[in-house]
């Protein structure tokens, strides 16, 4: 399976899912030279986004990532309100639907202060560096700790060309 972001973001966008994109990816689109294999977003846990969701998740054929073929996962709108964090695999790559990151009361904040970003003619919202490093802060794990150096410097870099 052949990891196509952009593809993931078009159904998204097509389905007219609410969400802002974070993690590794948006850390790409501000400058970092960390790689990552899948896509995270913050997605709107409003009653009607989840439907949407739901929809888009399905034409890429969701699955859940790691959870053992046997388990039966019931992919509908009221799964993805009861839950929060859901990982997936689909026919684009893996894909991870955060409702409330770390350190984020969920998308409204993050939709506040995220950069509206064209990726040919696709328009996507991406977390602010600012949200990141809070998100990053926040999360604790180690490797969000080496990533929070990361863009703590990019951050300073931009700030030094800015003056």
């Known amino acids: 399976m052949k990891?196509?972001?952009l593809a993931i973001l078009?159904?998204?966008r097509t389905n007219g899912v609410d969400f802002v994109v974070i993690g590794g990816?948006?850390?790409a689109i501000h400058g970092s030279p960390s790689v990552t294999g899948d896509l995270?977003?913050?997605y709107s846990?409003?009653?009607g986004n989840a439907k949407k969701l739901v929809e888009a998740l399905k034409s890429m054929d969701?699955?859940?990532r790691g959870a053992p073929q046997d388990v039966k996962f019931l992919l509908d709108a009221k799964t993805i309100e009861m839950g929060d964090h859901f990982t997936f695999s689909t026919d684009f790559g893996d894909f991870d639907c955060l409702g409330t990151p770390a350190g984020f009361p969920g998308y409204a904040q993050l939709a506040d202060g995220a950069d509206l970003i064209?990726?040919?003619g696709l328009q996507v919202a991406v977390a602010s560096l600012e949200d990141l490093i809070g998100m990053k802060r926040a999360s604790?794990?180690?490797k969000d700790r080496v990533e929070l150096e990361i863009l703590g410097a990019l951050r300073d870099e931009i700030d030094k060309n800015k003056g």
Do not use: Q, S, T, Y
Request: aromatic share 8%.
């Open 3 to 5: 990891f196509d972001p």
């Open 118 to 120: 064209d990726f040919d």
């Open 25 to 27: 990816m948006a850390a």
């Open 10 to 12: 078009g159904v998204l």
């Open 40 to 42: 995270d977003i913050c």
């Open 62 to 64: 969701a699955r859940l």
């Open 140 to 142: 604790g794990r180690p």
């Open 45 to 47: 846990r409003e009653k």
